[in-house]
Structure formats: C-alpha cells, structure tokens
C-alpha cells in the first residue's frame, strides 16, 4: 500500500483548544501507524467572512488558495472540531466555503475536496463531546464529495480528557483514536493506490 499523505488541523485556534489537543494526538497517532503527516493551523491561513461580492470584486484570497493546494497534495483530512452552539465553529465552515471556491490555480483545474478521504474528531466542555457539530460537519464534507470514513471519536468532558504528558486520561479514547486513524490510513492509502499514474 502506498503511503498515505494526511493534512491534520483542529477548527479552533484558542491557545490551549482541546480540538488542538486532539489533532496533537491524532497527529502522533497518525505519523506512529505510519502515515505522512502535515499538521497546520488554522491561524496560519486567516481569511474574510465568505462573501460572494468580495469575491466578485477582489477574487479569491490567496490564503483560499493556498489551502486548496494543501488539501489537493493529501489524500484524506482530518478534522477536529469543537462546538460552539450545537454546530460547526464558524472557522471551519468559513474555511470550508472559501476553499470550495477554488477550482483552478495557475490554469490548472484543482479538486480540494472531491474523492478524498476525511475523518472528524470533536471535543467539548461538556458530556456530549461536540457530537452535533461532528454529525453537521459529516453532512457538509459529504455533500463536497468527501469519502467521511465511519468511525470519529468525540471527547467528552474537555477539562479532564488529557494527561500531564497531553495524551488522553481514558483508555476509550486511546483505541478510539488508534481505530479513527488505522481506518483513515487504509482508506486514504487506498485512494492513492487507485490515484497512481
């Protein structure tokens, strides 16, 4: 099987995000079963509130752009996302939109999102885990023609998830997360064996 190239980003940029926590996980997780692995943040990539007229008028903001180019070079995203009133957090959907925008790049013809692979991880304060903002994040990437793999681990109760050491305290969680990302690998590296020239 080829190797899989997975970009891991958390939906919320506030320093000590228990969705950044998470994608730290993920992260180690991922590159430990032997994926390639790119982690970025966010706050790396800022962008405008979508806005059709803006595009219109100023086009495509490069940062759009160049996040397009970024989820093109990988097979499959993975996506931890917190929840702020029972939904998606507004930078992950503004996000979504801008990059949906983004159909060619220097001439070429670019699909962001169509064909590839993702897996969501949500995290909240309370008991449900950001279990509503996942299920809304799954409609949206399916509608763009993402393959969204079944398994997702949602992490209750933020506060007291992690260890000192920033690994989760439950051992659930631990196999949930090695069973996200082990499931993730197979079907991105799957993709990029029916993707080789």
Known sequence: MVTPKILVFAGSIRTGAYSGRTADIAQAELARLGAEVTRISLAEYPLPIMDQDLEQEQGIPDNAVKLARLFAAHDALLICTPEYNGSIPPLVKNTIDWVSRVH???????????????????????????????????????????????????VPNGPEAFDEGGGFVSDKLRKGMARLCRTLIEHAGLLSTRTEP
């Open 104 to 154: 060619r790049d220097g001439g070429k013809a670019i699909r962001p999102y169509a064909g590839r692979v993702a897996g969501i991880c949500s995290s909240s304060e309370g008991h449900f885990a950001g279990i509503r903002s996942a299920n809304h994040l799954r409609a949206v990437l399916s509608h763009i023609q993402m393959e969204v793999i079944a398994p997702q681990l949602s």
